[in-house]
């Protein structure tokens, strides 16, 4: 998926100028942009409404910050770069607010009764579901390659830039990745 552009790289420069300015210029970039961010905080968050929120946060600190936005590399990438810092502040704000006591665990199902349900995973819920723990178990960087370039709309190049990782290594975690959901997901459903 690749976010929709400006017709040129110059229009959207002349845009990113303009809309320092003028608040019709930066919704067009917003409208351009938004529904590849929101996408992007819904993967880290599961939730509709903590989603429409870092979205409406992360367009907030790009409309403050744009004065400062250099023009060096993409547009896209200075703003999921934005989006990445949010969504990581969302994450350290979540997990100090949900620590869970010892009692919680009692109530988890015993891993031996479970084994038989995910023996008969052949559904595509079900291997949906196991991507979606996949990735959630899995590396940060790979999880975070994975939502920047396929949530996000990135390339492999601006994914790269706000990884601050080579297009390579970039290249190589979503690779990985890919190859664990496909053996643990599909090879076993």
């Not at 349900?117 to 291997?127: A, D, G, H, P, V």
């Not at 999880?143 to 920047?148: D, F, H, K, T, V």
Request: hydrophobic share 40%.
């Amino acid at each position: 998926m690749v976010i929709n552009q400006v017709s040129t790289n110059i229009s959207e420069v002349q845009l990113i100028r303009a809309a320092r300015d003028d608040p019709q210029a930066f919704d067009r970039l917003y409208r351009q942009y938004v529904t590849a961010v929101y996408r992007y905080c819904f993967a880290q968050t599961s939730c509709p409404t903590e989603a429409e929120d870092l979205t409406a946060s992360i367009f907030l600190a790009a409309w403050e910050a744009l004065p400062r936005y250099g023009g060096r590399g993409s547009f896209a990438a200075w703003l999921f770069g934005i989006a990445r810092r949010k969504c990581a502040d969302f994450h350290r704000r979540h997990y100090r607010q949900h620590e869970e006591g010892l009692d919680t665990a009692v109530a988890l199902p015993d891993p031996d009764l479970m084994a038989p349900i995910l023996e008969q995973r052949t559904t595509q819920q079900e291997i949906m579901a196991c991507v979606q723990q996949v990735i959630q178990n899995g590396s940060p960087d790979r999880r975070e390659a994975l939502y920047l370039r396929f949530w996000g709309g990135l390339s492999v190049h601006e994914t790269a830039v706000v990884m601050r990782k080579s297009e390579a290594a970039v290249k190589m975690l979503i690779s990985r990745m890919i190859a664990e959901l496909k053996e643990k997901c599909i090879h076993h459903a």
